[in-house]
Every structure is written in structure tokens, then in C-alpha cells.
């Protein structure tokens, strides 16, 4: 058994992408991995707060980190803004005295200080270099053979880095969809951006962005995509009907996330890892291969 | 707030904010905005843009809509060949915009931004309804939540629409506000 400290994210735990922490923590089981979720955590602020007040987004995501240096394990997120978020203070205060001097002023208002020992990780990079691509394969029971995936990093879970994977031609993704037997497409588009939280004030922006990436996907052959990010599968799945109409193209790819795909390989039940969730229904897809 | 006419000052201002501190390194080649997936819709291109903070623009760069948008991929920075970092330039000139009251009102991003702040700052998390619900009616156009009920709509058929926050316990609510207050008092990062 590995033991992490969890930290699910706003999205994940209580808003729209409640399938990626359900489906995260059924795959954790299945591969003996303990999330165990920090307690009484806050959002991390996210890219909005670092936009508004620096400073102020800095100590909201070091309460954060000062909470799980007490536990003393890794600190494991599936959200690649938070994983951003929490890599870039940590950087940061090493980098910066003055500000370390700062957030540690503020911490101590609270009663916290932080020493700078935590390490943050995206869950990609648990499942596919702690647990590893073989691991994952011995627990596959569904033969999920010829179904075409486009692997979808996005932008934060790899740069600015340094990351466990290339910042542009990331290959880990890839390489754990092969491990569950599916094939991974071509995607040259794989690690750009859908736009992000910029689909709310600027959606014409995004959408142009999730068009591009829908098209390199499904001009490559792939029955589906599957994400890293709640963002990102929010966008690319809640906005792709948004996109036909703009563009008038006519996709119908699922989203999925990454480790929705696992829990089907490892035959896993659909309920448990949401599958429903998905506006664009994955269920005619997943049905053609390894039916139960 | 003090006055800082001079054109040498937004420079050293800028500099001094962490992200900022590679502006005087820029040669000027241009791999950031040839990198920007949002380059053509801004006032300025980041490479232009630095060169206007370089200028001591700071009107300018500050009421200009290029950082807000700026969706944070940060292909500019692992390409920039001298380690600038424009991702985090953008942050900062968007932290400055805010604190001197000349962010643009052409973009809804600061008030995207701001909506999504508030409720990081009361209550350490951001139930989206509610989030949703404070950005339209900041933005003061109800027009625009209309067009939203669709997609809402969706949202609630599939289950992904839930109006309960998560709440921290209120001790902890207490910790983070006494940590934020702190940070206020400290007055930002320069």
C-alpha cells in the first residue's frame, strides 16, 4: 500500500468534475494507493487569484502546503491548475526571500508556518512513475483493443515545469492509455490550451481554441479524448456543442477523464466512476470494445 | 497612493515583483508571441508589451487588455530563450492593474477574476453556482446569464450542477481570513 496526501480541488470534490475524484479514488484502490484527503484544505487560488492579488494567492495556497508538510507524505492532486498553483509557490518562496518573509508573517497570523519539505504531484505522474505502466497493465480485466484515445494534457500538468514529463511532446499520458490496452492516437495539439477559465468572460476565444484541438483529435482517428484537468474536460465536453454550432462541424467525441479509462479497463462500474457525467455521452463508444 | 510619474519606476516596480525580474534580459525575439495562442487579441503582444514596460508605459501597459488574456499556458515561458518567464509577467501586471484601479473594462476577465477571488478570500472555497451567479451580476448584464441557462441546464441533467458549498470548519474559515487580513496588511508584493 502507498500512502499520499489528497488534495481533490474545488472542482473535483464539490462542482462539476465530481466524476474525476470518484473515479480517481476508485483507481487508487484498485492499484493499492491510499489518497488520503488533507484535511479542511482551501481552494488554491487558482490562476483568478494570482491575477487579482500575488501575494494574497501566494499564502492561500502555502496554508495549503504548511497543512500537508505536518502529514509528512507527498501531496497528490488530479487538478492540473492546482498542481500549477501549488508547484509555483513552492518555487517561489525558494526563490524569493522577500516573499518567503512575507507569507511567513501572514502564515503565523494563522498559526502555521511552512518549511518548504512539501512535495507537490499531479496524480498523472503517481499513477504512471510511482505505480508504473506494468502495474497498471496487470490490473487490466477489459480489452479495450483498437479503441482510439487521444491523449489530452492540456498545459499546466507539464509547464512551465520543471515536470515529470516533456513540456511540449509529453509522453506519459501515451504511455499509460497503451498500458490499458487501447491505442493512443496521434495528437499533435495534445499539450495546448483549451482556453482554460477563459471560456467565461472571453468565450468566442475558447471556443476557437477547443475547435482546434476537437479537429486534431478526430482527424486523427480518435473515438475519444481523455483529459487530465476538470478544466479542461469541462471545456472540450459542457462546450463542444457550442463549438458545432460556431463552426458548424459536427464532433461527437466523449471527454474523458484519464482515470475514468482506467476504471473501465480495470472493470470498474460505470456508476461508480460517473461515466453518466459526460455531456457527450461515452457510452455508444465504450460499448464496441471488451463488452461485459 | 504615492505618484510615480517617472518612466524608470514602473520599470523598477515591475522588476521588483517575482516574474518581473527578468524584464531587463529580453532581447526582443519575439518567441512569446509567436508562441501566444491569444497574441492577435491583444492591445500589445507580450513581446511588445515588454518593451512598452521597458518604455515606462505604465498607462498604457496597465489599462491595455493583453494580460487578461493571458490563459496561463505558459508556452512562452518554457520557450523563452532567456528565461523571462511572461507567464508570470502577465500575473504581475495584472496584480498592478487591480491595485492602481486602470484594469480594462473591454475584457470581463478582471471581473471573472475578482467574482472568483472573493470567494477564495471568504470562505477558502469556490462553489461555481454562486460564483457564477456574483460574476453576472458584477458584470451588471443579466442578458449574459440568459445565455448561459443552456449549457446550465446540461450541466444539471448530467448531475454536475450543485448548488451546496463546500465549507470549511469555522476555524479554519477563521485561519485563512486571519492569514489573508495579514497579507493585506503587508501590502502586496512591492
Redesign the interface.
Known sequence: MRYYTYFPG??S??????AYNWSALAVARALDVELIELE?W??C????????????SF??S??NLALAEKRGLDLVTPCSACY?ILSRTNA?LK??PE?RA??D????????EYHGAVRVRHLLDVFANDIGYDEIASRVTRDLRELKVAPYYG??VV???PSFDH??FPQSLDRLVESLGAEATLFPLKA??C????I???ED?ALE?IHKLLDSASSNGAECIVTVCPLCQTNLD??Q??VNRKFRSKFNIPILFFTQLMGVAFGIEDKVLGL????VSAEKTLAKYGGR | MEKKAQGSTFVEEVCATPGGEGLRLCIQCGTCSASCPNAKRMDHAPRELIALVRAGMREEVLSSNSMWFCASCYLCTVRCPRDIKPTELMHALECLAVRQGLSTARTLTPIMYRSFSDFVYSIGSVPEVSFMTWFYLLTKNPLRALKMMPLALSLLRHGRLSVKARRLKPESERQLRAILDKAESLGGLS
Open positions: 474545488c472542482s470534490s464539490d462542482g462539476g468534475a465530481k479542511d482551501n481552494c487560488g487558482s490562476t483568478p487569484y494570482t491575477s487579482v492579488d500575488e501575494l494574497a499564502c492561500t502555502a496554508r500549477v517561489s526563490e524569493h516573499l512575507k507569507v508573517e501572514a502564515l503565523a497570523a494563522g498559526g502555521l498545459c499546466q509547464r512551465p515545469g513540456p511540449e495546448r490550451c482556453g482554460g477559465s477563459l467565461i468572460p472571453e476565444l481554441l459542457l462546450y456543442g457550442r453518466e457525467k459526460c455531456i
